[in-house]
């Protein structure tokens, strides 16, 4: 079986558009001095709209307008976005100080802007920030709208093999982010955004084409720790079907309760159970392959090969012993698939594909 996965083109997040304002060099020399005098005062001025709060020797102070209220933001660029920034705007966009600040200023100035004003107020960092250090703590992070959801299509088609592809497409953006230990966040995975600054110096980088626009590949290129590929797999994985299985179990009434709650530590990998299902007719070929066997005593030998290949590598029944599978497990399964549903039409015939949207979205 070979697994092929992707994401499609679409949106994540974007920028406001912003109006470029080309300073002449004498109106950027002023507006970078009257910056300077600001960033100098030891009290916050009523004039800042934001200043960060975090700087390092990798880091250079940049200020520009705030497009949405006109005041002075001073934000701290790791070194290299500025220089892509000045290499893809030109030094004319970006005034170097002889104090080491930066002023921004025309396209680049509205393009950082515009992303400036998308995290702070769009993805609600300056509101997330209630105590108002700059800095942003696992709580304050978890009320931001740093994050996204996705819809993950599953498309088999059967010929010699089982050829399946995974794609995943946005299908709600800007919802509360959820720092997490597991590889199923969307965006940055385990490694959330400490502050403002942290996350537009981000969205810069990951941002190539300076489209002011963040899609899914850019999203997901975020997560160093862990291929595209493997995490579009933890995303399906993390639907895990145990969870139905769980409240399944958990009705007192029900006589299987037991062995429902053992089934949904082996059987916890949904993905298989996917495939299988999208490859039976409303479950009813996958369901007569396992009455088959169970009336049958669990022989191997009345399957043919095509039956085979669905018990061994999608239901992964456990090995049979003397050509026989075991009639419990066979039972297991077979409960299992009352216990879970899927959107879309199935299979009808072995030269066919089909899709189908998992009814749920990935947080």
Not at 104 to 131: M, T
Request: glycine content about 2%; overall charge negative; charged content about 35%.
């Amino acid at each position: 079986m070979q697994i092929n996965t992707s994401v499609d083109n679409s949106i994540a997040f974007e920028a406001n558009e912003v109006e470029s304002k080309d300073r002449s060099n004498k109106e950027l020399e002023e507006q970078a001095s009257s910056f300077a005098q600001l960033l100098s005062q030891t009290s916050k001025s009523e004039d800042i709209s934001y200043q960060s709060t975090s700087f390092d020797n990798d880091t250079i102070t940049t200020t520009f307008e705030d497009p949405t209220n006109g005041k002075m933001v001073a934000v701290s660029l790791n070194k290299d976005v500025v220089s892509k920034i000045e290499e893809y705007f030109g030094k004319d966009d970006v005034y170097r100080s002889p104090n080491g600040t930066v002023t921004l200023d025309n396209k680049a100035e509205s393009y950082v802007a515009g992303w400036f004003e998308d995290i702070a107020y769009k993805r609600d960092f300056i509101k997330a920030d209630a105590n108002n250090d700059g800095q942003i703590s696992r709580d304050e992070y978890n009320q931001t709208k740093n994050n996204f959801e996705a819809t993950i299509k599953v498309s088999v088609e059967r010929n010699e093999k089982l050829n399946v592809d995974v794609e995943e497409t946005v299908s709600k953006s800007y919802i509360n982010a959820h720092e997490t230990d597991e590889y199923t966040s969307l965006y940055r995975s385990e490694n959330r955004a400490k502050s403002l600054d942290d996350e537009l110096n981000m969205t810069l980088s990951i941002d190539k084409d300076f489209n002011s626009k963040v899609d899914m590949s850019e999203a997901y290129s975020t997560n160093e720790s862990i291929s595209k590929e493997e995490l579009l797999m933890a995303h399906v994985n993390s639907l895990k079907i145990e969870d139905i299985v769980r409240a399944k179990a958990g009705d007192q009434d029900n006589p299987n309760a037991s062995d429902l709650t053992d089934l949904s530590m082996q059987l916890n990998d949904v993905f298989s159970l996917i495939i299988a299902l999208l490859l039976n007719s409303d479950d009813e070929k996958t369901k007569n392959i396992l009455t088959k066997l169970k009336d049958n005593d669990g022989d191997v030998s009345v399957l043919n090969d095509y039956e085979k290949d669905i018990v061994e590598n999608i239901l992964k029944l456990k090995e049979p012993v003397d050509g026989k599978y075991d009639i419990n497990e066979i039972d297991k399964v077979m409960e299992l698939f009352k216990s879970y549903e899927l959107k879309g039409d199935p299979l009808e015939d072995k030269e066919s594909s089909t899709e189908a949207v998992i009814d749920k979205t990935v947080v």
